[in-house]
């Protein structure tokens, strides 16, 4: 059983530019959900992905969207990139459709984006 | 909107030390609570997790107890070892069906020989 996968691991960008971040989710889930982890903060919801449609989405700009495909895999995008999107990238998956009351998630070990 | 306060770190101990970090909560309805940990290259992982008031939550030595009277889930553990030394996240999910966590922003412990 393969865990929750993220590419690329390390990339810089500058300032406008536009960035794509990939998630393999663990075998058999369904739900990928995305993070962003400012440098000694806590991750912060940016939205969930379930069937294929946003499900949920925090408190971030438009400019921040997403993709999830059949085999459950998802991709975060990034547009016009500011200096303040440098973080870690953190993908999560599950296997309950819409609650992570009861259930676990399982993080991959996160794409750490620098934007100069 | 909920929020998760955790104590500031670092926090430094001797090995077989007691460890405590608190955490507090701010949350609409029974949230479930969890603590996540962090080792050094890896991914966030589940270290244990309470789903309604005055249960305890325990795994490889640690606890903490749901205490809804004081809105608190504070980690324990009683003899650190080298191998915790990591970042800890306590985190909370609140309302049914609800899909995303809230972090408070991690305590770094580091356990010393």
């Known amino acids: 059983e393969t865990g929750v996968t993220q590419s690329p691991t390390h990339l810089i960008k500058t300032r406008g530019q536009q960035v794509t971040l990939r998630c393999s989710s663990q075998?058999?889930?369904?739900?990928v959900s995305w993070y962003q982890q400012a440098l000694g903060q806590g991750p912060q919801f940016i939205f969930q992905?379930?069937?294929?449609?946003?499900?949920g989405r925090g408190n971030f700009p438009p400019r921040f969207s997403g993709l999830q495909f059949p085999n459950y895999s998802s991709e975060l995008n990034v547009n016009a990139l500011e200096l303040d999107d440098s973080a870690l990238y953190l993908c999560?998956?599950?296997?309950?459709?819409?609650?992570?009351?009861?259930?676990?998630?399982?993080f991959g070990e996160g794409s750490r984006l620098t934007v100069l | 909107g909920d929020s998760v306060t955790q104590m500031e770190g670092p926090v430094t101990l001797s090995e077989e030390a007691f460890l405590t970090i608190n955490c507090t909560y701010t949350?609409?309805?029974?949230?479930?609570l969890f603590w996540y940990v962090q080792y050094p290259g890896e991914g966030l992982q589940l270290l244990l997790k309470?789903?309604?008031?005055?249960d305890k939550g325990s795994n490889k030595g640690f606890e903490a107890t749901y205490r809804k009277e004081t809105t608190s889930f504070h980690l324990e553990k009683g003899s650190v070892q080298v191998s915790d030394s990591a970042v800890y996240f306590c985190?909370?999910?609140?309302?049914?069906?609800?899909?995303?966590?809230?972090f408070g922003k991690g305590t770094k412990l580091s356990v010393i020989p």
């Open positions: 992905y379930y069937r294929e449609e946003e499900n």
């Open positions: 999560a998956s599950s296997l309950r459709g819409l609650s992570v009351r009861d259930g676990e998630l399982f």
């Open positions: 309470a789903t309604k008031a005055d």
């Open positions: 949350a609409t309805g029974y949230p479930s």
């Open positions: 075998s058999g889930h369904n739900t």
């Open positions: 985190a909370l999910t609140s309302g049914a069906g609800s899909y995303q966590l809230t």
